[in-house]
């Protein structure tokens, strides 16, 4: 299996491909060991010895056009493998054991996930799936990675996690979250985006003191709008990267409040296990930038599957029909893809 990812950052009108030609991405058990090291990183919700993070080898780095990548008119008819009622009460059985831990206090804010399946029949091809989400999806990073170690993923994710060029780093809070059209944030989003703020900035704030930040405000993707936050800062050491991430990730706009325990939470409670969705992924130290993002926005394509994974974050005054209904939107984005 070649091992490869091809991306576009957002706006962009052309697309860079990563090609590692021999031997398997290296294999990483850390955050803290990615500095120093270069190529397309794809990592985990959570580290582990059979979901480790990865390092694509840029043996080979070809841009193209996006227009040179048009995708097929190919249109088959797809229907969901699990049917709703299933798929609505293990929402169910989740929601009411994660909520319990807000009611009690023991979580201010933990993020629930759920993964929905469509059937692959073969007709659509990756790089056509690719071509639809860039031109779909101009304000977002666009990722199609493939490796014999995480399966093939695309994603179409809005939120960075961390970019810089090694010593310059821009970082953001990303919570929040409503349709198109709507016009006033409730008091959950924008209580939900402040947890997120608060949190990056106390990371932010044990690398250096020489920052700035900008929002919150509200941003596009696709049909949904978003309350978002930016960091810029510069940090004073050298190679700090490997620790800025570990700091990061998960932050709660993918996990929890506390970090630990609702990380750990999740990882021994939620329905479907998140695999490498809502991890993070880009390129790591390509012509002397980094741009990793969170792996939001995503499916995971197998020979017979599309799995399609989404999230949001729950507050103690969160209901859970709201919060079904923000996953099924978000699920949108990739399903939009499909059809």
């Known amino acids: 299996m070649k091992n490869f990812a091809i991306y576009r950052m957002p706006y962009a009108d052309t697309c860079v491909e990563i090609i590692q030609h021999d031997g398997e991405p290296e294999r990483l058990m850390s955050p803290l060991q990615l500095n120093g090291r270069q190529g397309f990183v794809v990592a985990p919700f959570a580290v582990s010895d059979n979901e480790p993070i990865l390092v694509i080898k840029p043996d080979e780095i070809i841009t193209t056009a996006i227009e040179d990548i048009e995708p097929t008119n190919a249109e088959t008819d797809i229907a969901e493998t699990l049917d709703t009622s299933s798929r609505r009460s293990y929402y169910t059985i989740d929601f009411s054991n994660f909520h319990s831990h807000l009611e009690t206090g023991e979580f201010q804010k933990i993020v629930l996930a759920r993964c929905a399946e469509l ?12 071509a639809r989400a860039c031109k779909l999806y101009p304000r977002v990073f666009v990722a199609l990675v493939s490796t014999a170690a995480s399966g093939t993923w695309l994603i179409a994710s809005p939120e960075i996690l961390l ?35 608060s949190y990056i900035t106390e990371c932010v704030e044990q690398f250096t003191t020489d920052f700035s930040v900008e929002g919150p405000y509200s941003v596009r993707a696709g049909q949904l709008v978003h309350l978002r936050t930016d960091f810029r800062f510069n940090t004073p050491e050298p190679d700090t ?6 700091s990061l990730h998960p932050t709660p706009a993918v996990c929890g409040i506390p970090k630990q325990a609702t990380r750990n939470f999740i990882l021994n409670n939620e329905h479907t296990p998140r695999s490498y969705y809502s991890g993070f992924m880009g390129p790591l130290d390509i012509s002397g930038s980094t741009h990793l993002y969170v792996s939001l926005r995503c499916m995971q394509i197998t020979p017979d599957k599309y799995r399609l994974f989404a999230g949001g974050g729950i507050l103690s005054d969160s209901i859970e029909q709201q919060e079904w209904e923000e996953t099924e939107e978000k699920m949108k984005t990739m399903k939009n893809i499909l059809f």
């Open 163 to 197: 970019e810089g060029n090694g010593k310059d780093w821009h970082t953001m809070a990303l919570a929040g979250t409503m349709t198109l059209g709507n016009l006033q944030w409730s008091e959950k989003n924008i209580c939900e985006q402040a947890y997120v703020t």
């Open 119 to 130: 059937p692959n029949d073969g007709e659509r091809k990756t790089r056509d799936l690719f």
């Open 241 to 246: 990267m490997g620790q800025l991430l570990a």
